[in-house]
Nanobody
Framework: QVQLVESGGGLVQTGGSLRLSCAASGLTFSTYSMGWFRQAPGKEREFVAAISWSGGIIYYAGSVKGRFTISRDNAKNTVYLQMNSLKPEDTAVYYC??????????????????WGQGTQVTVSS
C-alpha cells in the first residue's frame, strides 16, 4: 500500500520560509518522478514543481520559479519543497504526488497515481 505523508506546513509571515517534506512508503521511490501541487480555497489544484526519478530534471511553475526548490533524497524516500520569499498568494494546501516510473516529471496532475493527504501553508500579510 502506497503512502505519501507530507509535513512541514504552517503559518508564516510574508517573506518567510518553510520546508515541506513528503515521506513515501510502499513503492520503489527511487524509480518514480515526484511532484508538488497546491490548491487554494475556491481554486483549482495547480502544479508547483516536479522532479524526475533521478533528480536530474526539474520543472517549476512560473509563479514559484526562483523562490521554491524541489529536491529528493532517494536514500530516505523523501521529496522536499523549500519555499522562500513566501507571499500571501502561496497560501494553499500543498500535496505531494507520485508520478511515473523511470520517466521524466510532468506538470499534468492526471499523470500522478499517488497522492498525499496535504499540508496547509498559510502566509500572512
Amino acid at each position: 500500500q502506497v503512502q505519501l505523508v507530507e509535513s512541514g506546513g504552517g503559518l508564516v509571515q510574508t517573506g518567510g520560509s518553510l520546508r515541506l517534506s513528503c515521506a513515501a512508503s510502499g513503492l520503489t521511490f527511487s524509480t518514480y518522478s515526484m511532484g508538488w501541487f497546491r490548491q487554494a480555497p475556491g481554486k483549482e489544484r495547480e502544479f508547483v514543481a516536479a522532479i524526475s526519478w533521478s533528480g536530474g530534471i526539474i520543472y517549476y511553475a512560473g509563479s514559484v520559479k526562483g523562490r521554491f526548490t524541489i529536491s529528493r533524497d532517494n536514500a530516505k524516500n523523501t521529496v522536499y519543497l523549500q519555499m522562500n520569499s513566501l507571499k500571501p498568494e502561496d497560501t494553499a494546501v500543498y500535496y505531494c504526488a507520485g508520478g511515473r516510473r523511470f520517466q521524466g516529471p510532468t506538470q499534468d496532475s492526471n499523470e500522478y497515481n499517488y497522492w498525499g493527504q496535504g499540508t496547509q501553508v498559510t502566509v500572512s500579510s
